[in-house]
């Protein structure tokens, strides 16, 4: 059922929000940083970039800690109205668009939207199949001249919630939080479509590192990170 209510909408976004803060909120993240500045949860980052993260892992990146200077890309279609208000309620910055079908104005209006702002991005979502890359971020770096920042989370205790093609994973309350990233992931500037494919596959191969980087975490084996930092948060 699709609630057309915009205020019972923001209502329950608003609900469901103040939950999840309670549920995570004494969690304990633990950041694996392979490259300095490209922790999103700290104030002062430098640039700013696109963050890659799998649609199943958002609670954690949006719930464990108050995100900083972080914008969402959220689709034109009307149930994106929606989405865009969770995001409201959590202090995220909703951007209208699509890289898929947006043409040059679209791309050039998500680009000043965006401005001073990173961008987070789900490349598998909204509809999957999951953890798999699509063209989207790829597409977006190249266009907007940024670099993107690989990232992957892993939750030592979590609920899972199933859902049609992804599951929704919900850190149990005081449980750590790996939160691992990779180097910045630079692709060429202003690449034509049919010039994306080497770049979605070479940053598929960095997630999937970082997803192997992960269980090797949750089984206490060396994950053989290249890190400058790895860390508690206070």
């Not at 490349?123 to 770096?141: F, H, T």
């Not at 919630?161 to 850190?171: C, E, F, Q, R």
């Not at 590192?209 to 508690?232: S, Y």
């Amino acid at each position: 059922m699709k609630i057309r209510n915009r205020l019972l909408n923001k209502l329950l976004a608003h609900s469901a929000a103040f939950a999840l803060r309670l549920a995570t909120r004494s969690c304990r993240p633990v950041f694996h940083v392979a490259e300095a500045g490209t922790n999103i949860f700290d104030e002062d980052t430098g640039g700013r970039y696109l963050v890659s993260f799998w649609h199943d892992q958002i609670v954690p990146y949006v719930f464990i800690r108050k995100p900083r200077y972080i914008a969402g890309l959220v689709s034109r279609h009307r149930d994106g109205e929606y989405l865009a208000d969770g995001m409201k309620a959590v202090g995220i910055r909703p951007i209208r668009g699509s890289s898929k079908n947006g043409g040059a104005s679209a791309i050039q209006q998500m680009i000043r939207d965006a401005e001073g702002y990173h961008i987070a991005i789900t490349p598998d979502g909204p509809r999957g199949p999951r953890r798999q890359m699509k063209q989207g971020i790829v597409y977006l770096a190249s266009r907007m001249k940024r670099p993107i920042v690989p990232t992957f989370t892993v939750c030592e205790k979590a609920w899972t919630i199933k859902g049609n093609w992804t599951d929704l994973v919900i850190p149990k309350p005081f449980s750590r939080v790996h939160m691992i990233g990779r180097p910045f992931f630079h692709v060429p500037p202003d690449l034509k479509r049919d010039e994306l494919e080497p770049w979605i596959q070479k940053l598929q191969a960095e997630m999937d590192l970082l997803e192997q980087q992960g269980q090797a975490i949750l089984e206490g084996r060396d994950p053989c990170i290249e890190q400058v930092e790895t860390r508690a948060a206070a």
